[in-house]
Each structure stands twice: as structure tokens, then as C-alpha cells.
């Protein structure tokens, strides 16, 4: 079973900064995927960045170009750097991990981006 920590959420103003930082459990080149997803006040749940095994990352169009997801294999950390934060991204941030077909997540970081 993996084990997900998030951390790094908080309150910040539109057009600020702010960086998320996952710790897993385990070595992360164990893990097919890793992602990032948020869920905000009253939506879905919905994917953000995805970082596969191999490497490549995919980033929801609403972000791209603003947030940019890594990984600290050595370390076991995933990070998620938020540019350019607009009031739309607040939402808590799930990190999560893809093994074996089996999902993990975390517990969550709130992001809230002021206007």
C-alpha cells in the first residue's frame, strides 16, 4: 500500500505562487503514474497534472503553462509549482499515485487563491 503526504496549500492572492509537495511511501519508480487532481467546493473531482513512469508529463489545459509537475526519485517526492494562480484554482489538491491498477490517495492541501 502507498502511503501519500501533500503539503504546501494555502492562501495566496490571484496571479501569486505556490508549490505542493508530495512524500510517498515508497520508491516512486515502483509507481505507474503519479498525478495531481483537485476537487473544488461542489465539482467533481478532476485531474490536474500526471506524471508517468517514463517520464512524460500531461497537464489539464487549464493549466498548462502555469503549473508545472516533478518528481525528487531519489527522495520519493512529487511536487506541483502553481503559477500564476487565478481564483478558479482553489480547490484541495489530492495527490495520487497509479500501482499495479490500484489507485492511492492522499489526504489533501487546500488552495485558496483570493481575487
Known amino acids: 500500500q502507498v502511503q501519500l503526504v501533500e503539503s504546501g496549500g494555502g492562501l495566496v492572492q490571484t496571479g501569486g505562487s505556490l508549490r505542493l509537495s508530495c512524500a510517498a511511501s515508497?520508491?516512486?519508480?515502483?509507481?505507474?503514474?503519479m498525478g495531481w487532481h483537485r476537487q473544488a467546493p461542489g465539482k467533481q473531482r478532476e485531474l490536474v497534472a500526471a506524471?508517468?513512469?517514463?517520464?512524460?508529463?500531461n497537464y489539464q489545459p487549464n493549466v498548462e503553462g502555469r503549473f508545472t509537475m516533478w518528481r525528487d526519485i531519489v527522495n520519493n517526492m512529487v511536487y506541483l509549482q502553481m503559477n500564476m494562480l487565478k481564483p478558479e484554482d482553489t480547490a484541495v489538491y489530492y495527490c495520487?499515485?497509479?500501482?499495479?491498477?490500484?489507485?492511492?490517495w492522499g489526504k489533501g492541501t487546500l488552495v485558496t487563491v483570493s481575487s
Open positions: 506524471l508517468t513512469y517514463g517520464g512524460r508529463t
Open positions: 515508497e520508491n516512486i519508480f515502483r509507481i505507474n503514474t
Open positions: 495520487a499515485a497509479d500501482k499495479g491498477g490500484v489507485d492511492y
